[in-house]
């Protein structure tokens, strides 16, 4: 017989399934058996990044954080949490159990409002405070770089530039990300990236919708479409107080596991003291495909000599850079992604 679910577990999914991932496709699977809550890959969803992605780890390690922040905001002892290495099948990378006189699981608005926000910031370099306090945090083997010399960030922004025109030129990188665009009410599914969280200019959506046909993207892009789309992430790139570079290695697991926590645990702090996050991922991508032999000869060059100029701009040795924040102050509200029901991230299995 199936176990009912108790309330704790229900607050643990809730904190877990807000963290953030590319595309918004939640690759985790929770599974409660009666005794524990497990943190498993759900392999359908994480299909879509490509084997044994970075993207995954990064999400499986935001979700991570999310978890222990909130067993700790409910006093119980860490020692409630159990981390594993990904090893079995399903791939299992945490266990939670607590003790039957378990004090509730509080909801903690900081993990519940975290948000990615694609509009405009101001160049406003971040308060003091702020930056102190993004400084203290550490997740070894991963590390964070802060950013604010202007022209470092303007060479990141061109290194992300030719990184944003590689995808659009990327037929399989192109599919991927239509596939996970969601208009109107199809984002009401919970999954996905929906267009109105994307913050478009008048007309962008239409014209999203139509370059989503790889057929018209390839027809624009004889044109110089992919430039114009990798200026517009370039310009946003540069404008903010800030760029958060989390460092770490894609050959190590734990590493990136480690990149996600820290990832996280910043991405709240500056959303917590009023912040805006937005995250960049591209170049990470590209770099990882052409390291991994997955981008199609054309784009080959590029990629390698954007892992270059980047590791020599921020000298970096056997590192690498795992995601990118730009961080800043936003005067209007982001639209907030949504996320799927509980039912299709939660599995309810008899005892072992
Ligand atoms: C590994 C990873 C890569 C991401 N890459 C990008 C990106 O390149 N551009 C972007 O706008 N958002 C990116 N995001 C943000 C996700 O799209 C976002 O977290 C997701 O849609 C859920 O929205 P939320 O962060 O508001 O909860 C990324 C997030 C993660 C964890």
């Not at 359908?44 to 084997?51: E, F, S």
């Not at 027809?219 to 800030?242: I, S």
């Amino acid at each position: 017989m199936e176990p009912s679910i108790p309330e704790w577990v229900i607050r643990l999914c809730e904190a877990g399934g807000r963290a953030p991932s590319a595309d918004n496709s939640q690759p985790w699977r929770f599974v409660w058996d009666g005794e524990e809550l497990r943190l498993t890959v759900d392999e359908v969803r994480a299909q879509g990044l490509g084997q044994d992605h970075p993207a995954l780890f990064l999400a499986l390690g935001a979700v991570i954080e999310n978890i222990i922040q909130a067993v700790q905001a409910a006093g119980l002892p860490l020692a409630c949490v159990r981390m594993s290495d990904g090893s079995g099948h399903p791939r299992e990378f945490l266990r939670v159990s607590v003790p039957p006189d378990r004090p509730l699981i509080p909801r903690v608005p900081a993990l519940l409002e975290r948000h990615t926000h694609r509009g405009d910031f101001s160049k406003a370099p971040l308060p003091a405070s702020v930056r102190a306090r993004l400084g203290a945090m550490e997740e070894p083997p991963a590390r964070a770089m802060i950013l604010e010399d202007r022209a470092v960030i303007r060479q990141l922004a061109r290194l992300i530039e030719r990184a944003s025109e590689a995808r659009f030129r990327n037929q399989e990188l192109h599919r991927w990300f239509a596939q996970s665009l969601r208009y109107g009410h199809e984002a009401d599914k919970g999954d996905g990236l929906a267009v109105d969280t994307l913050h478009l200019p008048p007309g962008g959506a239409l014209l999203l919708r139509w370059t989503a046909d790889w057929k018209h993207m390839a027809a624009l892009n004889r044109f110089g479409a992919y430039k114009l789309f990798g200026g517009l992430e370039a310009a946003k790139v540069r404008r903010c107080g800030a760029i958060i570079a989390i460092i770490g290695s894609t050959r190590s697991q734990a590493s990136m596991i480690a990149s996600g926590r820290l990832m996280e645990r910043m991405w709240l702090q500056l959303n917590a003291d009023g912040v805006a996050v937005h995250p960049f991922f591209g170049l990470t991508d590209q770099v990882i495909r052409w390291r991994r032999g997955w981008l199609p000869a054309a784009l080959r060059e590029q990629a390698a000599r954007i892992a270059k100029e980047t590791a020599a701009l921020l000298g970096l040795g056997d590192e690498e850079v795992l995601i990118v924040l730009r961080a800043g102050m936003a005067r209007k509200s982001p639209k907030r992604s949504r996320r799927l029901p509980l039912s299709e991230v939660l599995a309810v299995v008899a005892p072992a």
